[in-house]
């Protein structure tokens, strides 16, 4: 039962108080549906906000959430479950060491509180009579565990955290009835384990020669006789074990124990044939009979016979290895014809009727996409634009172009800084830098960029998160300080444009079949020009590391600098001087 729902619903409770309410032990405890009678949509709404916030232990999750990414969360209804989520469990977490007794009955109200007991019933509902069999054994496990605990326990100091490990490992160690309940419970076991009186009906099989007695292997170096030999030599107190004598010992009290074993009847067996081939009665069972004791031969109705009944599991496995074998060596060109020609028709008939056959030999195809999609996805009376980005994402995965651009999905929020927030955050120190007037210095302008910028909403709330990310945003500063001599005013060169756009319905990039136009834009962070000569430069700043492959670009592999060159073209430069690419890396 180790992994049955009500087993991790305790080890996740056990492993938010053992590491102290780690952010992954709160979500395993929701996502096994027996913790409050959440929605899975108020679940994974949580889940998300939280993973956003990358927030653990306890006291992080007991104050209010407030950060709601430009107003993208609902902080009333996160913090409603925020409540509905934590009151039971700070109530059960408040329990320090104390009697069993008192320990059980807070764990009482704690399932309760957390309608475990309700959930339970509503998993359990829609299932088979079966499989609810199988539902009603974990309940009554769980509960037996706690009898457990409560008789052994009683009276005695423990504390929540040494409870719920016991729990969860009679949890874990519990097992499936292998038989129905309603059939009375059945003991199998070996011969050499049997005692007198072991239950009302005893029903022993495969009582032949080879079992019964059994017969012990010599594997040593000295035979039977030579141990004999050497033990008639010796003094007494020092004796050679024979195994033959010791296990005839051994099997008379085994046929003794057998015969007495059952308080009510007790039936022996033996098979006539066993492995495809005779076998012999146990010396036991002839002396049996011999003692007046009735047998009955029971044989097989060979009138009811079928195919199925024919053979035996060994002869059919060998004979269909036997056939499979010969097949892969004996396989004609008529053979293969005939089969490939019986697999098309029949993936036409399939096809016909609307169905289709997994073990079919098929290939992985695509189609296009429905009329209603296309439209919904690209409006004809609307025009049909790319980003440079997108095309960079399309020659390097086109799944991940398919993702992202066509179902529109988008990766998961995160406060804490990563890769891409410390480029965004560079790159708005620099854009302000570079939007400020003239009058000051630019290190006076960059100082003041510094400050404008850290002071937003954004990146407060990132970097002012934790001590580590605070460290994160000064090294970002000094790296800011360090490459900002790049963005330093050159007399020889002016400054033409920022945030210059490129790209739109008078640019087409290139005409489709049906007759609409595919335009691609973008944006580049800065356009400069030399006064001496008009040349025209281009500078973007990138939010991790970028390198120039040549390979790429001649390929067609990197889109964004022939792009790039698309707003200098348009403005009439005949000549490029730069072209730089500034990057966080």
């Known amino acids: 039962m180790a992994h049955h729902p009500l087993t991790q619903f305790v080890e996740s409770i056990l492993a938010l108080k053992r590491y102290r309410f780690r ?30 916030l990358g927030i653990n232990g306890l006291p992080a999750f007991q104050q209010t959430f407030t950060k709601s990414h430009h107003g993208k969360f609902n902080l009333e209804r996160l913090n409603a479950l925020r409540l509905r989520i934590l009151t039971p469990l700070e109530t059960l977490f408040a329990s320090r060491k104390q009697k069993a007794e008192n320990l059980l009955q807070k764990w009482n109200v704690f399932l309760k509180e957390g309608a475990v007991t309700k959930q339970l019933q509503d998993l359990t509902a829609t299932m088979e009579a079966l499989e609810q069999e199988r539902q009603a054994e974990v309940w009554k496990a769980f509960c037996h565990v706690l009898e457990q605990f409560a008789t052994v326990f009683a009276g005695s100091q423990v504390s929540l955290e040494d409870f719920l490990a016991l729990l969860h490992s009679g949890m874990s160690l519990s097992q499936y009835r292998t038989i129905p309940a309603t059939v009375d419970t059945v003991l199998v076991q070996s011969y050499d384990l049997i005692a007198p009186l072991t239950a009302d009906f005893v029903y022993a099989i495969g009582l032949t020669q080879d079992h019964l007695p059994k017969i012990a292997q010599n594997t040593s170096l000295l035979t039977d006789e030579e141990r004999q030999s050497l033990n008639q030599a010796t003094e007494e107190g020092v004796q050679l074990l024979i195994a033959s004598s010791e296990n005839l010992k051994k099997n008379r009290y085994t046929m003794l124990s057998l015969i007495n074993s059952a308080r009510k009847q007790l039936v022996l067996s033996a098979p006539s044939l066993f492995n495809e081939s005779e076998s012999k009665e146990s010396a036991y069972l002839q002396e ?26 060994h002869s059919l496995l060998s004979s269909l290895v036997a056939y499979h074998q010969q097949g892969e060596m004996s396989e004609t060109e008529q053979d293969l014809t005939f089969i490939k020609v019986l ?25 296009p996409l429905a009329k209603d999609t296309l439209q919904a996805l690209y409006p004809t009376d609307q025009e049909f634009y790319l980003s440079t980005s997108g095309l960079t994402e399309f020659y390097r995965n086109e799944y991940s172009y398919f993702l992202r651009y066509v179902l529109g999905l988008q990766e998961e929020l995160r406060l804490r800084p990563d890769a891409r927030s410390h480029g965004n955050f560079l790159h708005r120190i620099f854009e302000r830098a570079l939007q400020l007037p003239d009058e000051d210095s630019f290190d006076q302008r960059l100082e003041q960029a510094i ?135």
């Open 451 to 585: 400050q404008e910028t850290s002071q937003e909403r954004e990146f407060e709330a990132i970097y002012q998160e934790s001590l580590e990310a605070q460290f994160t945003k000064e090294v970002l500063l000094d790296v800011a300080r360090t490459t900002g001599h790049i963005l330093r005013h050159n007399p020889a060169i002016e400054t033409i444009k920022e945030e210059a756009n490129f790209g739109g319905k008078d640019q087409a990039f290139i005409q489709l079949d049906n007759g609409r136009s595919v335009h691609v834009r973008g944006k580049v962070d800065r356009i400069d020009r030399l006064k001496a000569d008009g040349a025209i430069g281009v500078v973007d700043y990138k939010s991790s590391l970028t390198q120039f492959q040549f390979p790429h670009f001649f390929n067609g592999l990197n889109s964004q600098l022939p792009t790039y060159l698309a707003d200098p073209k348009k403005r009439g430069g005949t000549e490029l001087f730069r072209c730089h690419v500034l990057g966080n890396g």
């Open 23 to 52: 952010q992954e032990d709160l979500i395993n405890l929701l996502r096994t549906g027996l913790y409050t009678d959440l929605s899975q949509a108020d679940i994974d709404a949580f889940e998300q906000y939280i993973r956003y």
């Open 343 to 367: 697999t098309r028709v029949m993936g036409k008939k399939l096809d016909q009727q609307g169905l289709e056959n997994p073990a079919l030999p098929t290939s992985p195809s695509s189609k």
């Open 288 to 313: 049996l009979i011999h003692f007046g004791f009735g047998r009955r031969e029971r044989r097989m109705n060979h009138k009811g016979l079928s195919k199925e009944d024919m053979g035996s599991y």
